[in-house]
């Protein structure tokens, strides 16, 4: 598929808020798993980086975006694969898409936010409903050792949190010749990043610190966080 790699445009990484869009088929093919087809301009987000796969359809078609191991996102349960060349339209659902950038921006803020307490970031998952930030609590026994501490922490964050959010700040991002991809949110940071994001962090809403606890060998601090609706029905 080495081929076809090269020739897919991944328009998610530019666009977010591309959510409908004509393409071409540029390989597919018949596995274990099914059928399956790989398109060019492609608008789907595939899971990775903590961030679950969009969901959508293909000629009105339900698919599910995954990644091969050499990197092209294919769109698997396509009836049957379609022919190299066909043009197609994509879909993908918008509201769904919207909450996942939301998600994934607000956890690249409180990402921030713990490393500026001087904690290590040690994992994170941007899923509606588990949505968290790790962090390595080896130094901050101390500082977290009752639920009262605990509870302290997550005020001092939500009130931090609500003071980024209130600042704005863009969001942007930005692919070097090597194909590495940078996020930056204005005032905040910049960081290595392939998922969607929000515009601005005026689209954030409903950003809300859930809980800071210790288990498993790392602080877990749980969050969740909306798109704001802009226009008439909501959308961008």
Excluded at 124 to 152: C, I, M, N, V, Y
Aim: aromatic share 4%; with cysteine; proline share 6%.
């Amino acid at each position: 598929m080495t081929a076809a790699l090269a020739q897919q445009t991944n328009a998610y990484n530019d666009d977010t808020y591309l959510t409908e869009a004509s393409a071409t088929v540029i390989a597919s093919g018949s596995d274990q798993d099914g059928a399956w087809a790989a398109v060019s301009p492609n608008i789907f987000h595939p899971k990775g980086g903590g961030q679950p796969s969009d969901e959508g359809t293909l000629d009105g078609a339900p698919v599910a975006p995954a990644r091969t191991d050499d990197g092209l996102v294919v769109l698997r349960g396509v009836p049957a694969a379609p022919e190299v060349g066909a043009a197609v339209v994509c879909h993908v659902d918008p509201v769904l898409r919207r909450r996942h950038a939301a998600l994934h921006t607000a956890g690249h803020v409180l990402g921030h936010l713990g490393e500026a307490r001087g904690w290590v970031h040690a994992g994170h998952s941007h899923f509606p409903g588990q949505a968290r930030l790790d962090f390595d609590p080896a130094g901050h026994e101390d500082e977290l050792a009752t639920p009262a501490l605990r509870e302290a922490v997550r005020a001092e964050f939500q009130a931090q949190m609500d003071a980024v959010l209130a600042n704005g700040g863009a969001v942007s991002a930005s692919m070097d010749e090597a194909g590495h991809r940078t996020v930056t949110i204005e005032g905040v940071n910049a960081e290595p990043c392939g998922g969607t994001h929000v515009r601005s962090l005026a689209d954030l809403t409903g950003v809300r610190i859930l809980e800071v606890k210790v288990k498993r060998g790392a602080i877990k601090v749980r969050y969740e966080a909306e798109h704001a609706p802009r226009g008439r029905d909501g959308a961008n």
